[in-house]
Nanobody, 124 residues
Framework: QVELVESGGGVVQAGGSLRLSCTAS????????MGWFRQAPGKEREFVAT????????YYADSVKGRFTISRDNAKNTVYLQMNSLKPEDTAVYYC?????????????????WGQGTQVTVSS
């Protein structure tokens, strides 16, 4: 069992930055691929970014590539999402995800864990 707790959301003007954090319980954090997903009102949950458990390879949605950076600190059981050059269309609830499968960006993962979400609002 893994419990994920996100923090760092808030309200920011377009062009601004925020850093989200997600801290996991348990001693197997380093064995999970860690990801961020988001869900805007009236839309389905979508993939944002993932960092592999080993080697730290990263993957991004095209919509955030070049603006967002995912990183992890296994000693602190924490994954981060640095979001720069934010746009109003980035407004959503952001969810942290821990997945033991090798599939990237699977919103319907079966053996995975989700945080409770943190709201990010970007004003124009």
């Amino acid at each position: 069992q893994v419990e994920l707790v996100e923090s760092g959301g808030g309200v920011v003007q377009a062009g601004g930055s925020l850093r989200l954090s997600c801290t996991a319980s348990g001693r197997t954090f380093s064995s999970y691929n860690m990801g961020w997903f988001r869900q805007a009102p009236g839309k389905e949950r979508e993939f944002v970014a993932t960092i592999r458990s080993s080697a730290g390879r990263t993957y991004y949605a095209d919509s955030v590539k070049g603006r967002f950076t995912i990183s992890r600190d296994n000693a602190k059981n924490t994954v981060y999402l640095q979001m720069n050059s934010l746009k109003p269309e980035d407004t959503a609830v952001y969810y942290c995800n821990a997945d033991s499968s090798p599939i990237i960006g699977n919103t319907a993962c079966k053996v995975c864990y989700w945080g409770q979400g943190t709201q990010v609002t970007v004003s124009s």
